[in-house]
């Protein structure tokens, strides 16, 4: 267990999506069907396999983003105005990089 808790649900949920994008990776090298029909199945199930391979990379990104704040000494910390973001949203998304105020004011266009 390391010295900060959000660095080990981090690094968790980073090998869940490395498995998870792996497995969708290999899901796409399978060989298609030749019937027409389950050719056109496969290709709407591609494109949401797609479509969750590419949630999962930007996942990956803010987790890795919110990896390096914690070996820089700057997790916890709003990149964008500096002060502290509160256990509550930390607990709900551990790689946020903003506090819930400079959230809202980036949704209302500020």
């Known amino acids: 267990m ?8 981090l690094r968790t949920r980073q090998r869940e999506l490395y498995r998870r994008l792996h497995k969708i990776e290999a899901d796409f ?23 969750l391979g590419l ?3 930007e996942e990956l990104k803010a987790i890795d983003a919110a990896l390096d704040r914690i070996a820089n000494g700057t997790f916890g910390t709003c990149t964008r105005c500096g002060r502290p973001i509160s256990k509550e ?22």
């Open 55 to 57: 949630v999962g990379q």
């Open 2 to 9: 390391t010295a900060n808790p959000y660095e080990d649900i």
């Open 29 to 51: 090298e399978q060989p298609r069907n030749p019937d027409d029909d389950d050719r056109a199945t496969e290709r709407s199930n591609d494109e949401v396999l797609d479509e």
């Open 89 to 110: 949203r930390l607990d709900a998304v551990p790689y946020a990089p903003l506090c819930q105020e400079c959230v809202a004011e980036l949704r209302a266009g500020g």
